[in-house]
């Protein structure tokens, strides 16, 4: 590979200890859970990640955002790891496990809409395909895309998303990729992937 990606990139996943409790809400009770699943590819010399866009919907606070396949918790998902995967096959009609290996998972997240922080914790699990993926959208993905990580971890892909919030106008770090720009919990989430990876990119300012 290319630097600054890490040849031994799955080793360095599968040793990955990130924090692992979501905190609690002002009054204690424990927030709602979420995963998603973080889909890598081997391609050439490089990696690829899977993508999707959500629709573009009233009432969604996340309408038309980049996003990795995810969602909710459900009484029946015996484990986070088991939403990732239930939540893949509904949105893009596969199973991770059915298509690659895990390679452990990434520090959860505090949901974040409209500038402002949700109860709701979002636990990041990441698989590496060993075998071809034909993502089918679903109802719930306008598009799916595979983002190439060693043109983004070079800096070739930084970009600035300008995001109203309300009267106020917040400059954010993002990356542009054929006509669709990362930036929000997607950026932050795979800002923590880069760092595993590609510990010696370039950082961008925030």
Not at 84 to 92: F, G, I, P, Q
Request: proline letters at 11%.
């Amino acid at each position: 590979m290319q630097p600054p990606l890490e040849p031994d990139f799955a080793a360095r996943l599968l040793a990955h200890r990130p924090a692992a409790e979501p905190p609690r809400g002002p009054d204690g009770q424990e927030f709602a859970r979420a995963a998603v699943a973080a889909l890598l590819r081997a391609e050439g010399d490089g990696l690829d990640l899977l993508l999707m866009v959500r629709p573009v919907r009233a009432g969604d606070r996340w309408s038309g955002q980049v996003c990795l396949p995810g969602g909710r918790r459900e009484p029946e998902d015996l484990d986070p790891v088991h939403t990732a995967r239930r939540e893949t096959r509904e949105e893009l009609g596969f199973d991770p496990d059915d298509v690659g290996r895990p390679l452990g998972r990434l520090g959860g997240v505090q949901a974040r809409a409209r500038g402002g922080p949700l109860p709701l914790w979002i636990e990041p699990f990441v698989w590496l395909a060993e075998r071809p993926v034909t993502p089918l959208v679903s109802a719930e993905a306008e598009q799916h895309f595979w983002l190439p990580l060693g043109p983004v971890a070079r800096g070739e892909r930084g970009a600035t998303w300008r995001h109203q919030d309300g009267e106020r106008t917040l400059l954010l770090p993002a990356w542009s990729h054929d006509n669709v720009v990362v930036w929000g919990l997607t950026h932050h989430i795979l800002g923590e992937l880069l760092d595993v990876v590609a510990p010696t990119r370039p950082r961008q300012r925030r």
